[in-house]
């Protein structure tokens, strides 16, 4: 599987949007791009996820580069309660075994 | 929320001790998962049940033995667990298992003392 980078933490502003990045420059051409988030003491949720073009659900919107590199999961409005570590995942279509890293620490403030 | 239930959700065992963790899914799924979540390490992928036949098993120490005796229900059974065990354990399941989504339990968080 193609290995993702992230940053360790970001924090923004409620309201504001919160645009996270995700570094998967060895992504092959079957490989999905995957995000799932975990709030403190839940398990984790799925969000979104993509394989070339944009996507937007009623969660987020994912911006995928046209390299397929990198990927930006954007929160359009950010509240208090979309504090949680979020995960960037790559895998093929047809295997669901999802193999987290540490993913990024979000903090939505006041 | 949740269409995935775990219990219990905390439990403290000694090394000694047999225990088993439930986790039993509402949503008429077909693929199951065990997955481990310790401090400052991501989440590992233990077991996964796939129309309730193991598919994959990621070099698990055999003191966790899972069970899958229909496609709602999976269990951990734990044996002489060692302090390093202590952790989040987490049940997911998703319609089939090449499925995009995955829905987790709230997990269960266990002390081996």
């Known amino acids: 599987d193609a290995k993702t980078t992230q940053p360790t933490s970001m924090d923004c502003a409620e309201g504001r949007a919160a645009n996270l990045p995700c570094n998967h420059s060895?992504?092959?051409?079957?490989?999905?791009v995957y995000w799932y988030r975990q709030i403190h003491s839940q398990g984790p949720q799925y969000i979104i996820h993509?394989?070339?073009n944009n996507e937007t659900n009623e969660m987020a919107s994912l911006i995928i580069t046209e390299d397929r590199k990198s990927s930006t999961l954007i929160l359009p409005h950010a509240t208090l309660r979309d504090t949680a570590v979020y995960y960037c995942?790559?895998?093929?279509?047809?295997?669901?075994?999802?193999?987290f890293g540490a993913g990024t620490r979000l903090t939505v403030k006041p | 929320e949740t269409g995935v239930t775990q219990t219990p959700r905390h439990l403290v065992m000694g090394m000694t001790n047999k225990k088993s963790l439930k986790c039993e899914q509402h949503?008429?799924?077909?693929?199951m998962y065990w997955y481990k979540q310790s401090a400052k390490k991501p989440l590992e992928l233990m077991f996964v049940y796939s129309l309730e036949e193991r598919v994959e098993n990621n070099s698990v120490p055999s003191r966790f033995s899972p069970e899958c005796p229909n496609s709602s229900h999976l269990f951990l059974h734990l044996h002489t667990l060692q302090p390093e065990d202590s952790a989040l354990y987490l049940c997911?399941?998703?319609?089939?298992?090449?499925?995009?989504?995955?829905?987790f339990g709230p997990g269960t968080r266990l002390t081996v003392t």
């Open positions: 949503l008429g799924h077909n693929a």
């Open positions: 995942i790559v895998r093929v279509a047809d295997h669901n075994d999802m193999r």
């Open positions: 997911a399941s998703s319609p089939w298992r090449s499925s995009y989504e995955q829905y």
């Open positions: 060895t992504i092959s051409g079957n490989e999905y």
């Open positions: 993509g394989l070339k």
